[in-house]
């Protein structure tokens, strides 16, 4: 049964950090694309990045970019994601999904997922 686990989100103030963690199981880590994507309230869920572990190739959307970071730990199976200078507007519900077996054109879209957790929370005060 695949799972993925996300944890790390909380209260932050603006200009905080933090780091978000997605634990994988079920499926074979190496093969897989994982991306973390988020959905902020009455928004429709949005990508920020994905890496595929076993090369450790990253994509991210444009305007993510600069303050947020993916990485993987291959002998954990978690992603990570690494968030810097938080503002207001990054507050949502940060989710973790997952493509089982990518293929060199995967989109790292959230309709591209086979799997998603169950998301955590962040919240960024102003």
């Known amino acids: 049964e695949v799972h993925l686990v996300e944890s790390g989100g909380g209260l932050v103030q603006a200009g905080g950090s933090l780091r978000l963690s997605c634990a994988a199981s079920g499926f074979t880590f190496d093969n897989s694309a994982i991306g973390w994507f988020r959905q902020a309230p009455g928004k429709e869920r949005e990508a920020i990045s994905c890496?595929?572990?076993?090369?450790?190739?990253?994509y991210y959307t444009d305007s993510k970019k600069a303050r947020f970071t993916i990485s993987s730990d291959n002998a954990k199976n978690t992603v990570y994601l690494r968030m810097n200078d938080l503002k207001p507007e990054d507050t949502a519900v940060y989710y973790c999904?997952?493509?089982?077996?990518?293929?060199?054109?995967?989109?790292?879209?959230?309709?591209?997922?086979?799997?998603w957790g169950k998301g955590t929370l962040v919240t960024v005060s102003s």
């Open positions: 890496i595929t572990p076993n090369d450790g190739d990253t």
């Open positions: 999904g997952a493509i089982e077996l990518y293929a060199p054109d995967y989109v790292c879209k959230p309709y591209g997922m086979d799997y």
